[in-house]
């Protein structure tokens, strides 16, 4: 099997990719724009295996990318590519806009007229997998309830709304076009090779330089967590047998507060690197409360039922065993994380439309 990735050298791009050369036999061609998230470090592992391939292209060139398609002709397609950051959502609005939604757009046309013109058993065959997120679904705040694959829409950021859109312009190509879509939406992912501005990375980083932990608001802000290998395993599930037409909600059952998800990361530091910054004798010192981001949902969790029911699919690690393995690698591995903040991210609290916060 040929399958198409896209944004397959980002943080869960990356995952699946490693996946998919590690433990299957199926050849992958990675397309990625390479912008700020995506890294070819995360791939070294498997970069020279002759079932991989690479091509920097960006998913709104439909020329380029029907170019791409009919080369190698894949018998699916993974849509990862995007924009995924709130605050940088915030910030600067057109990327997201650009890339999440004409770019899917743009994907979808050049894949329709590709998949238009295959053999009968083979377009019978072929999947357009999109991937997703649960910030489509808005906040839970208050509700003592789960986000399903029925929960309205109701995005809060710049963000999620583009990717709101993304997800309705692909069921609108199955129902008007026949595509033979599936749509995923996860909960927030964690692991290793996470770009450094997200929460859990961006805690470890700074708490091993003494610098400030930033916690927006009270903390009290509510995700459910989502090892990033368990997400991949769940994605190549839904790809080869999930049912045309559907959608599968993925999340790890591991509700935690921000807070907690800080504090958790200091404790496991005290222990794993009880050599403190100058000043401290425990990390949570550097914990530091920051005014809240605009329009910050306060509460997501997903429920994963559908998927474990219909695909056998479950979360191998718990929130405890996945964040020991993250901070773990994050120790291991301080020469990719110094690289990539050699680049356009260098630690500044992101997603305050006042003058920036340096985390400094």
């Known amino acids: 099997m040929r399958i ?139 509700v003592d309830d789960l986000f399903t694959e029925t929960t309205p829409y109701a995005p809060s950021s710049p963000y999620s709304a583009s990717k709101a859109a993304s997800d309705h312009l692909v069921r609108a190509w199955q129902r008007t076009y026949g595509l033979p879509v599936l749509v995923t939406n996860c909960s927030n992912n964690y692991g290793p090779f996470h770009f450094p501005e997200k929460l859990i990375p961006l805690v470890i980083l700074n708490a091993l330089k003494g610098k400030p932990l930033p916690v927006y608001g009270d903390g009290k802000q509510v995700r459910d967590w989502l090892f990033v290998e368990d997400h991949a395993r769940a994605l190549f599930k839904v790809v080869t047998e999930g049912q045309v037409g559907e959608t599968y909600n993925i999340g790890g059952h591991n509700e935690q507060q921000n807070i907690e998800v800080v504090r958790s990361i200091c404790a496991l530091l005290d222990e794993l690197a009880p050599q403190h910054p100058a000043g401290i004798s425990t990390y949570a010192e550097l914990i530091t409360f920051v005014k809240d981001r605009p329009g910050h949902d306060l509460r997501y969790a997903i429920d994963a039922s559908k998927i474990e029911r219909e695909l056998g699919w479950v979360p191998a690690e718990t929130f405890q065993s996945g964040l020991r393995k993250t901070v773990q690698w994050y120790l291991d591995n301080q020469e990719w994380c110094q690289r990539v903040q050699d680049g356009s991210y260098q630690g500044e609290r992101l997603g305050n439309t006042e003058p920036k916060d340096l985390i400094a």
């Not at 397309?31 to 970069?47: C, F, M, P, R, V």
């Not at 590519?81 to 743009?106: C, K, L, M, W």
């Open 4 to 142: 198409l990735i896209t944004g397959g050298a980002g943080f869960i791009g990356s995952a699946l990719v490693r996946h998919l050369i590690e433990n299957t036999e199926h050849e992958v061609l990675n397309l990625d724009k390479l912008t700020y998230a995506g890294n070819l470090e995360s791939l070294t592992s498997i970069a020279s295996n002759s079932r991989y391939e690479f091509v920097q292209a960006d998913i709104v060139d439909q020329a380029k990318v029907s170019a791409i398609l009919e080369r190698f002709e894949p018998h699916a397609i993974m849509h990862l590519a995007a924009e995924s950051h709130v605050d940088r959502s915030i910030d600067g609005p057109s990327d997201f806009i650009q890339t999440n939604i004409v770019g899917t757009y743009s994907l979808l046309e050049a894949t329709r007229a590709y998949w238009a013109k295959l053999p009968a058993a083979e377009k019978e065959a072929f999947r357009f997998h999109h991937i997703s997120t649960d910030e489509v679904y808005g906040d839970l705040h208050g």
